[in-house]
């Protein structure tokens, strides 16, 4: 059912062209000197144009066949990448001098007062859309897609009238600024957290004690086994294939989520807090809820008495473990010394600092994920007419 007023239209009647770029040899090494350069595919991977996502042209034979400059008011689309990626696209609102498109990157042009470009956007970038354009995509290769001009531009959509478009594109780009701020709040407190943990895991700054008065004791060197037990208990892992989406305890494994599934398991693992060490990912988690481990890689490790245990995750968190691959990390983790701080009151009281930096990271990451999906879900409305928008008289 098309919306009143809206109109069904294909992306080739609502644009000037679809241009490509060409492969030219270029220099990843962000030379400041360069007068010319050229967009990375990463540029458009997440929805946002990221303009100094670049690489430099020096050989003036690859400078002369520089072909599509970025200009103002368009949408650069990646026609090769990832299954998810593949058409990742993103508005550009101010032209960039001497910046040009690589081969796998589409720039849309505009049509002069037929379509907001910054709708377009918003429109292509839906995750409708790009579900389409993600099945359209083949190739060869199981890790990458390519997708066709004809694949864009006889997408079919359902068009409002320009003051709605260009209302729609407000509302949703005020989104995108919040999102962006987050970003950037998310960016400056693991910096923040990053800079405090050389600081305290090193000594190079010492806190205060419950009197007010600077810690001076010393620092000691410690091997893993005089600070850190393993205590896994096989009796309570899960094997991969029995993680389920719902049920009474949350299973802790070595991949990048802290809860990777359920079970409903009556015996599980209730000694917390603990440390879950990745043998294969190297990941670090803290847990301390009662949970059930994954069977393969998951390590679990708890302090002895020289150790309090939170500062113990701090300091596994800022060790720099080589990537074997998908080899066994354990062996290297068990062979590293570590500086301690011989007084376990300065380790309480450095754990508790980086507690709160931590705690300070997953507040943004919380709210860049609950603006994330709020936005996603007024996309779903605004740009399918489920939900109307009003317009002033003058602008309609």
Same mark, same amino acid.
């Given at each position: 059912m098309v919306p009143e007023g809206w109109t069904e239209e294909y992306v080739k009647g609502l644009v000037r062209s679809l241009d490509a770029g060409v492969s030219v040899n270029s220099e990843d090494d962000g030379n400041e000197n360069a007068t010319h350069k050229i967009l990375k595919t990463s540029c458009v991977s997440y929805g946002y144009f990221k303009s100094d996502e670049t690489k430099s042209v020096i050989e003036q034979s690859e400078i002369a066949r520089l072909r599509e400059p970025v200009i103002a008011n368009s949408i650069i689309i990646s026609r090769m990448n990832t299954p998810a990626l593949v058409g990742a696209n993103a508005y550009v609102e101010i032209a960039l001098n001497n910046t040009y498109l690589p081969d796998r990157l589409w720039q849309l042009k505009p049509k002069n007062k037929v379509v907001e470009m910054r709708w377009l956007a918003y429109w292509l970038g839906s995750a409708h859309t790009r579900y389409r354009l993600s099945n359209l995509g083949t190739g060869t290769s199981g890790s990458m897609k390519n997708i066709t001009k004809s694949d864009v531009l006889n997408l079919a959509l359902l068009v409002p009238p320009l003051p709605e478009q260009k209302k729609i594109a407000q509302i =949703? /780009?005020?989104? +995108?600024?919040? #999102?962006?701020?987050?970003? *950037?709040? $998310?960016?400056?407190?693991?910096?923040?957290?990053?800079?405090?943990?050389?600081?305290?895991?090193?000594?190079?700054?010492?806190?205060?004690?419950?009197?007010?008065?600077?810690?001076?004791?010393?620092?000691?060197?410690?091997?893993?086994?005089?600070?850190?037990?393993?205590?896994?208990?096989?009796?309570?892992?899960?094997?991969?294939?029995?993680? =389920? /989406?719902?049920? +009474?305890?949350? #299973?802790?494994?070595?991949? *990048?989520? $802290?809860?990777?599934?359920?079970?409903?398991?009556?015996?599980?693992?209730?000694?917390?807090?603990?440390?879950?060490?990745?043998?294969?990912?190297?990941?670090?988690?803290?847990?301390?809820?009662?949970?059930?481990?994954?069977?393969?890689?998951?390590?679990?490790?708890?302090?002895?008495?020289?150790?309090?245990?939170?500062?113990?995750?701090?300091? =596994? /968190?800022?060790? +720099?473990?080589?990537?074997?691959?998908?080899?066994?990390?354990?062996?290297?983790?068990?062979?590293?010394?570590?500086?301690?701080?011989?007084?376990?009151?300065?380790?309480?009281?450095?754990?508790?600092?980086l507690t709160l930096a931590e705690n300070e990271i997953k507040k943004y990451e919380q709210k860049l994920d609950a603006l994330k999906q709020e936005k996603k879900a007024l996309m779903q409305q605004l740009l399918t007419g489920k939900r109307r928008v009003k317009v002033d008289e003058e602008a309609a």
């Open positions: =949703l /780009s005020t989104w +995108d600024k919040a #999102i962006s701020t987050t970003e *950037q709040l $998310l960016a400056n407190s693991q910096q923040q957290k990053k800079a405090l943990m050389q600081q305290l895991l090193t000594g190079k700054k010492r806190l205060l004690d419950e009197n007010g008065v600077r810690f001076s004791g010393e620092w000691k060197f410690v091997v893993f086994s005089d600070a850190f037990k393993i205590a896994n208990q096989k009796s309570t892992q899960v094997k991969s294939s029995d993680y =389920l /989406s719902f049920g +009474d305890v949350p #299973i802790v494994d070595q991949g *990048q989520k $802290l809860i990777a599934g359920f079970c409903n398991n009556s015996e599980h693992y209730k000694d917390i807090p603990v440390i879950i060490f990745g043998d294969h990912t190297r990941c670090i988690k803290w847990v301390d809820f009662a949970f059930c481990p994954g069977a393969d890689g998951t390590q679990i490790l708890v302090s002895r008495s020289t150790l309090d245990i939170k500062f113990g995750y701090f300091l =596994l /968190s800022h060790v +720099d473990i080589p990537n074997l691959g998908y080899s066994r990390h354990m062996r290297v983790l068990k062979e590293l010394e570590f500086k301690i701080p011989s007084d376990l009151r300065e380790q309480h009281s450095i754990a508790a600092v």
